[in-house]
C-alpha cells in the first residue's frame, strides 16, 4: 500500500511512520516453505513499505529460478552468530531447526541497529497496518507477546485450554521487540536455551521455542501481553471471535483483521482451515471461506507443492542417508560432546559396537544405535536382556525385518547389521570339495544368451570370473525365457552339463529357481554346493518365495538393498557379492546411426516391459521432462530419448504408452532390440541418463551409465542408492506410495516411491545449466565404480568366498 493508497496523514501519524524506517519485520523457514514467506512478505510490504524486510533461511540457497524473489533479503541461518552451527543443525529436525533460529536473526538485527523487530511465522498474511503491535513497542514495551486464548476454553474445543498449556501459553508464530537492555537480556537468555533444548517433547513440558516465553512475564517487566483479537487470528482462537466482513475488509468482532495465522492450512484443501483441528470446514460462501480460498490461490501462484523437501541441506548425511529423528534425539541425549562435523562421522558411530550386548556370536553386535532404540523403546527395554544371545539375535531380527517399516528408517542404516547377521556358518561345504574326474570348479549357470538385464549381468559374472585361476564354465538357461536371445558373446565358454563343483545360480530369481532346478537336473553333476543369486525390487521378499531357497546352500545378494530381505529370513549364509558394473566402451556411433538429434542435450530413460512399466516409471521421467522444457532457458535445444523393448508382450500398455508421446517433437522413442554394443554406444551418445524407477534392485541402467562417464540422475530409492549419491550423481527425491493392485508381483500391503517431478526437473535443467559440475559428478562416479565394482575388486571378494568354500 503506497502512499498514494492511503488518506492524507497527519503529522502524528508521518511520525510515526519515520520511526517506522527502523522497522525490521522477517520470518523463518527452509526452502520449501518459501512460497509461504513470499506470500507473506508480499502481505508486509502492502502496509509496511518503509520497514526492512527479511527471510531468515534455515537452509542453504539453491538456483532455484524465482525462489526467492520478492521484496526482502534472505540471511542464511548458518550466517549468524550460533556457536557449533553442523551441531545445531543435525541435532533437531526441520521444525525444532527452524524454530531454534529464530532468537539468533533477532539479536542480528538488533545488533544492526534496527529500534524494533517483529517476526511473523511464514504461513501468516497480513491485512492491515500493524499499529496494533508497533503502538505498544513505541509506548516502552521490551516485547509484545500474543496469547493463544483470549477466554476459557473449557468445553468440547480444540484445542481446549489443557492442551494449550501443553504447548505454552503464548504463541509464537509473532513476537515483537523493541532494541532495549531488557530484550537483549531475554534474546540472550532465549539463545542459549534454544542451543540445547528446542525440542518438541510436551510431555516433557517442552515445545520448541514456545514453551519458554510463559517464563517471560515473570521475567520481563516491560513485555506486554496483547489482548487485541484482530491479531494472530488461528484456529485455536477464531471460535472465541467472529470473523466476518468480505475481501479487503476482514474484520474481527467488527473491527478490521491485523493478521491471520493459517497454521496447518493445506491449500489443496482449501476448504479446511487447519489440519490441527477438526473444527472449522466453513461453507462455501462464509467469509472464512473466502480469505481461505484466497489465501490458497496466492500460496499456489507463489509456486506452493513445487519446491521439493529433499532440497533441505540438513536432512541428510553426507553419505546421502537420511537422518531419522530418532538419530537426531540420539545425538543430543547421548553424545552431547561430540566434536567432529555430525554429518560427516556419526553415520558410523551408530553403526560401532555398544559396551552393552552378548559377544558370544561374531555374528550379533548391539550397534550404538540398537541400544538407543532398546533404551528407547519401553516394550523392548523391559522385555528384552541384549546381553543374553538369544534376546540380541531378536533384537537384530527386528532391527534388520522391520525397523524399516516400523520406523521409516533409510534402508542404508540396516545394511550393516543385515551383513553382519547373513554371515550365517555353512551348514553343509564339503560339497564344493568333490574332486571327481572332469569336474570345473564353477559353473555359472543364468540366461547367458538372453538381451535383458539379468542375461547381462549373468554374463558379467561369468566374464569376471573367467579372469581367474579356477576353471570356469557358463551354462546357458533358456527354460521359460520369452525375451530375445540372440546374444552369443560367451557362446566360447558356453557348455551343455553343470560340472562345476560350486553351481552359480546368477539373476535366477526365486520364482523361477524352483522351476529351474528340476528342468535341469540331468544336466547338473552331483553333489555341488549350490548358491543363489535372486534379484528383488520391492521393499520385502515375498514370504512365498521364501521355500525356493531349499535348493541351494547359500545366497548372494548382489546389494545391501537385497541382503536386507534375506539375511534375517532364511537360514543358510545372505553374503552380500557385489558385482562387476565396468563395461568395456562400446566402439563409437554417431546420433544419426540411431535416428536421434545431433545439435541437442538429450536425456536417456530406458525400460524393458517385462520389467513391469508401472516399476520403470516411465511417465515420470515424461512429466519430467516435459515440466523442465516449460521452465528451463535452454528448453528449445533438449530433448529426450526414450529406448523400450519387449512392448508385444504388454500390447495394451505398450500402445498407451507410444500414444502419450506421439504428438511430441522433442521426445524420441527407440522401440527395437539393439546388441549389447549398440545400447551402450546409445548410452554413451547421451547427455544425462535419467532413471525416476519406483524401487530397483540392482539399477543396470544407472550403473553402467556411471561406469561410461555418464552423468545420471535417479530415484533416491532402493538399490540405486548404494551407488549414486550427490557426490556420484543427481539423486531425486520421492514420498513412498503404496503399490496398486496388479502392479507387481506380491505388491500388495508394499510400498515403493513416488519420484518428485518438480524435483527431477530441477536437476535436469542444473545438469544442462552446470556443464562442469555434472562432469565432476560423472567423473567421481566412474571412479566409484571402478573402486568398489571393477573387476578386480569383485573378484577379490568373490574368490575369497570360494576359498572359504575349499574352492581355490
Known sequence: MGKKDRPDESAEAQSVRAQDRHLAIFTVCSNNYMPFARVLMESVRRWHPEASLFVCLSDEIVEWDGLYDGPFTVVEARTLSIPQFRRMSFQYDVMEFNTAVKPFMIDRLLEDGFGTVLYLDPDISVYAYLGAVLQPLRDGASLVLTPHLHEPAELDSDPSDITIMRSGIYNLGFLGVSNCAETRFIIRWWMRRLRHHCVNQQVDGLFVDQKFMDLVPGFAPAARILHDRTVNLAYWNLNQSHFGGSPGHWTVDGAPLSFFHFSGFDPKTPDRLSRHSKDFQPPQKSALASLLADYADRLMRAGYGTIPSALYAYGRFASGTVIPDHVRRMFRQTTPDWSDDPFETYEAYLHQAAPCGNRDNARLVMTNFMHYLWSFFNNQRYGLDPERADHLSYLSDWYVNLARTEQGFDHRLIAPVAERLGQRPFTDSSKARDHGAHRADLSVIGYLRTTSGVGAMARSMLTGLRHSSLTVEGVDVSFGVVSDRSDRSNERWLHENATGRVQLFANINADQLPAVLDHMAPRLTEPAYRIGMPAWELEEFPRAWLGAFDGVDEIWAQTGWIQRMLAARIDKPVIRMPVMLTVKPPPPLPRRYFGVPECRFLFFFAFDFLSFIERKNPEAAIAAFRTMMRSAHHAERAGLVIKIMNGHHAPEKHAAFLAAVADDPDIVVIDKV?????????????????????????????????????????????????????????????????????????????????????????????????????????????????THHGRDAVLRRQLARLAELGVH
Not at 536437476?763 to 566412474?782: F, G, N, T, W
Open 674 to 786: 539393439l546388441s549389447r554394443d549398440e545400447t551402450l554406444a546409445l548410452v554413451v551418445a547421451m547427455d544425462c541418463v535419467l532413471s525416476l524407477h519406483r524401487c530397483e534392485g540392482l539399477g543396470l541402467v544407472v550403473a553402467e551409465a556411471m561406469a561410461l562417464g555418464v552423468p545420471v540422475i535417479a530415484t533416491d530409492y532402493a538399490a540405486t542408492t548404494e551407488l549414486l549419491s550427490e557426490r556420484t550423481g543427481y539423486p531425486v527425491g520421492f514420498k513412498l506410495i503404496p503399490v496398486k493392485p496388479g502392479e507387481y508381483p506380491f505388491g500388495e500391503g508394499q510400498r515403493w516411491a513416488d519420484a518428485d517431478i518438480d524435483h527431477a526437473a530441477w536437476l535436469m535443467e542444473r545438469v544442462i545449466r552446470d556443464p562442469e559440475d555434472a562432469q565432476r559428478r560423472s567423473a567421481a562416479a566412474k571412479r566409484f565404480i571402478e
